[in-house]
Each structure stands twice: as structure tokens, then as C-alpha cells.
């Protein structure tokens, strides 16, 4: 069984930045597919960030602002997000999985979320 647990999250103005960690125990996740998703209130899930295979994925929405690396030896997962904007408000959740890429389906093992909330 995978643990994964979210940090980072609080309250920026607009055109800060945060990073987001994901630390995860009972599974080494090297191999592992590891992915960020975010929902804002009365929204739908939606993807953020994944790194699959050796290949990062990122959501249009994000690309260029937002960086998804992987720390092996601390079996975490990190996402720097820049240039933060009001529409990136939500909770974001970290996700992992042996294959999944993209698509939130996939993924097997999640977080609880921490908050991210941008002011403009």
C-alpha cells in the first residue's frame, strides 16, 4: 500500500510562486508514475503535472509556469509553481501509479490534497 501526503500549499498573490512536495512511504516509487491534479469548488478534477517514463506532461494551462521533478533518494515528489494566477485556486492532489500518465483514471494511490489559494 502507497501513502502519499501533500504539503506546501497557502495563500500567494498573483504572480507568486509555491512548491508543492509529495512524500510518499510504504512503496519505494522510483518506477512509479507520479501526477498532480487540482479541483476548485464546483469544478471537475482536472490535471496538472505528471511525470511518466522518464517524460514530464503538463496541462496546457500550466506549461512554462509550473515544474514537476522527482527526488529518488527522499521518495518525493516536488511541483514549483510560478507565476501563479486566481484561476489556479484549488486543492491539488498528488497521485501515483505504475503507468498512469494524464489521465486521473489511472491512478491508483492519492493524497488528501493541500489548499492553494492565489489573490489577486
Known amino acids: 500500500q502507497v501513502q502519499l501526503v501533500e504539503s506546501g500549499g497557502g495563500l500567494v498573490q498573483a504572480g507568486g510562486s509555491l512548491r508543492l512536495s509529495c512524500a510518499a512511504s510504504?512503496?519505494?516509487?522510483?518506477?512509479?508514475?507520479m501526477g498532480w491534479f487540482r479541483q476548485a469548488p464546483g469544478k471537475e478534477r482536472e490535471f496538472v503535472a505528471a511525470?511518466?517514463?522518464?517524460?514530464?506532461y503538463y496541462a496546457a494551462s500550466v506549461k512554462g509556469r509550473f515544474t514537476i521533478s522527482r527526488d529518488t533518494a527522499k521518495n518525493t515528489v516536488a511541483l514549483q509553481m510560478n507565476s501563479l494566477k486566481p484561476e489556479d485556486t484549488a486543492v491539488y492532489y498528488c497521485?501515483?501509479?505504475?503507468?498512469?500518465?494524464?489521465?486521473?483514471?489511472?491512478?491508483?494511490?492519492w493524497g488528501q490534497g493541500t489548499q492553494v489559494t492565489v489573490s489577486s
Open positions: 497521485a501515483a501509479d505504475e503507468r498512469a500518465t494524464t489521465s486521473g483514471d489511472e491512478y491508483d494511490y
Open positions: 511525470r511518466s517514463g522518464g517524460i514530464n
Open positions: 510504504g512503496r519505494t516509487l522510483s518506477s512509479y508514475a
